[in-house]
């Protein structure tokens, strides 16, 4: 089986600019999970998809959007990069069993090197 | 809120040796779920042991166990008989029951030969 698959590995970017990252979760997951890494503040939630829908959210700004499709690929943008949007951008899915904890056990993928320059 | 503390920011061991990593976390829930995970130069986050605070008996996987002290609001990994592949940067993580997971700011580990 294959794992979660991100796409780009590498990015970079000028101020003002917009991005679309892209995340391919393992055949059967049904959520996704988005998160940003970086030195100073360490791994920080994003947004989870659930069903093509957002179960839940993090603390960014506006900027930062996400959204799955019905084959549970999903995608974020940010739109006007700032320079502190340079991270490692993490996806990772789950099987979310029905009715259990949907994120029990979570796959991540390498993850997109974003700079913003 | 809930957050997670790992004291640790770097360590280094000798080969075959036994290691703990250390993590506290704060939380007013009852039921949660607390996770080690490493994540190797290849950037890509495994998990390494999962633990369900409902559950007395600490988790064990291989070489890896916990010390799951709920009270004390403590989740140690002991990693034993450290291997060279063990280097990576392990995270502790939190989960609370509506699925969001927290994060520790990770405490980079050396094994050296």
């Known amino acids: 089986k294959a794992g979660v698959t991100q796409t780009p590995r590498y990015l970079i970017k000028t101020r003002g600019q917009q991005v679309t990252l892209s995340c391919s979760p393992i055949?059967?997951?049904?959520?996704v999970s988005w998160y940003q890494q970086t030195p100073g503040q360490g791994l920080q939630f994003l947004f989870e998809?659930?069903?093509?829908?957002?179960?839940n959210k993090g603390n960014f700004p506006g900027r930062f959007s996400g959204r799955q499709f019905s084959n549970s690929r999903s995608e974020m943008n940010v739109s006007t990069l700032e320079l502190g949007d340079s991270a490692l951008y993490l996806c990772a899915s789950s099987f979310a069993p029905t009715g259990g904890w949907t994120n029990e056990k979570l796959f991540f993928g390498s993850g997109t090197q974003l700079s913003v320059l | 809120a809930q957050t997670v503390t790992q004291s640790q920011p770097e360590m280094s061991v000798q080969e075959a040796e036994t290691v703990t990593l250390s993590c506290t976390y704060d939380t007013s829930e009852s039921n949660y779920y607390l996770f080690w995970y490493k994540q190797p130069p290849s950037r890509q986050m495994i998990l390494v042991i999962r633990q369900e605070a409902y559950k007395q008996q600490n988790a064990t996987e291989n070489r890896f166990s916990v010390n799951f002290q709920k009270a004390a609001k403590s989740f140690s990994l002991k990693i034993s008989d450290s291997q060279l592949g063990d280097t990576a940067m392990y995270f502790c993580a939190f989960m609370n029951r509506d699925d969001k997971i927290i994060f520790g700011k990770g405490t980079r580990l050396h094994i050296l030969p």
């Open positions: 998809y659930f069903s093509e829908t957002q179960r």
């Open positions: 055949s059967g997951h049904r959520s």
